[in-house]
Each structure stands twice: as structure tokens, then as C-alpha cells.
């Protein structure tokens, strides 16, 4: 979820978000986990900033992770 034109994946499953970032040459690199309390997530430029954010839904609410890196 970085701000280049390198096309990046978030994937949620089972309680886990993987952020996996492209390699600019057609594939991927490997995925960094981390544990999230819910499954269902929403990219988008939530504060404005002209970069990705991730918002992650649970039962018992809403987390939205800000996407803090340097272009």
C-alpha cells in the first residue's frame, strides 16, 4: 500500500491482514502478517493525503490503518 505506481495486495483471512508489495516485475513479495480482530477490509484514501489506507471491520467495530509511508 504504497504511493507508487507498483500494484500492491491486502488480503484478510482467519484473523490475519497480509500486506504483500509488488516487485515491479510481475510478482510479489512476501507477504508481512499481522493479527487483526475482524476479516473484511476497504482500501481507500480515508484522511485525504493521497495515499492507500486500510479500513478492517470486526464485531466490535471499526480500525482504519493510515497509510504513514514516505513516497
Do not use: C, H, W, Y
Not at 484478510?12 to 480482530?37: C, E, S, T
Amino acid at each position: 500500500m504504497r504511493s507508487t505506481p507498483l500494484q500492491d495486495l491486502a488480503v484478510a483471512n482467519n484473523g490475519d491482514l497480509r500486506i504483500i508489495l509488488g516487485n515491479g516485475a510481475g510478482a510479489f513479495q512476501v507477504p508481512k502478517a499481522f493479527r487483526i480482530a475482524g476479516g473484511e477490509i476497504a482500501a481507500g484514501d480515508f484522511d485525504a493525503d493521497g495515499k492507500t489506507d486500510l479500513a478492517v471491520a470486526s464485531g466490535s467495530g471499526l480500525s482504519v490503518l493510515f497509510n504513514t509511508t514516505n513516497p
